[in-house]
Structures are given as C-alpha cells and as structure tokens.
Nanobody, 119 residues
Framework: QVQLQESGPGLVKPSQTLSLTCTVSGGSITTNYYYWSWIRQPPGKGLEWIGYIDYSGSTSYSPSRKSRTSISRDTSKNQFTLQLSSVTPEDTGVYYC???????????WGQGTQVTVSS
C-alpha cells in the first residue's frame, strides 16, 4: 500500500515561494509507470491539477501557472517537491500529493495540507 504525506509551511507571505514536500512510503517514486502529482483545492472550489513528475523524472505543469511551478524529486529520500513562486492569496487552499499509473487518475492520495497566503 503506497502512502503519501505532505509537509511544509502552512502560511506563506504574498510574493514568496510556496514549497511543499511529499514523502512516499510503501513504493518507490521510480517505479514504472507511476505519475507523482500535486493537486490543490481552493476554498469553495473544485480540485485543480498543478503538475506531475513521472517515474523517469519528466515533468508536466498546468499551463495556467506553468511559469511559476517547479516539481523536483529526491530519489534517495523517496520524496518529490512542489515549488510555486510569486504566490498570491489566490494560491490559498488545501494541497494534495497523489499518484497513479495514469497521469490524471489517482490511486493513492496524501491527506492534504492547508496553505494560506497572507501577509
């Protein structure tokens, strides 16, 4: 059973960079053919896909925030990390990491972590 756990600061100031880490247990982030994704849910809205890093290390990002997004991984720690730069209050929400063998379908989810962007 794959388990994912998000970690990172719950409060970020506007214009700063949001950085979250997803620690994976019960499976390797290099296992063929898994996609390791970041998804968020702003208050009162639906889920928004942010991007993924796949088993080979290739990345893909949502076009709407591609210029501000970076997803990387540390295979020695079995972790992958989201960095979202120049945040605004519109980036507030619950952030999830998730994985599956199809890029937009998720078999396993983390519990989610609340991030608030506020001065």
């Amino acid at each position: 059973q794959v388990q994912l756990q998000e970690s990172g600061p719950g409060l970020v100031k506007p214009s700063q960079t949001l950085s979250l880490t997803c620690t994976v247990s019960g499976g390797s982030i290099t296992t063929n053919y898994y996609y390791w994704s970041w998804i968020r849910q702003p208050p009162g809205k639906g889920l928004e896909w942010i991007g993924y890093i796949d088993y080979s290390g290739s990345t893909s990002y949502s076009p709407s925030r591609k210029s501000r997004t970076s997803i990387s991984r540390d295979t020695s720690k079995n972790q992958f990390t989201l960095q979202l730069s120049s945040v605004t209050p519109e980036d507030t929400g619950v952030y999830y990491c998730a994985t599956g063998v199809v890029a937009d379908q998720y078999d396993y989810w983390g519990q989610g972590t609340q991030v608030t962007v506020s001065s």
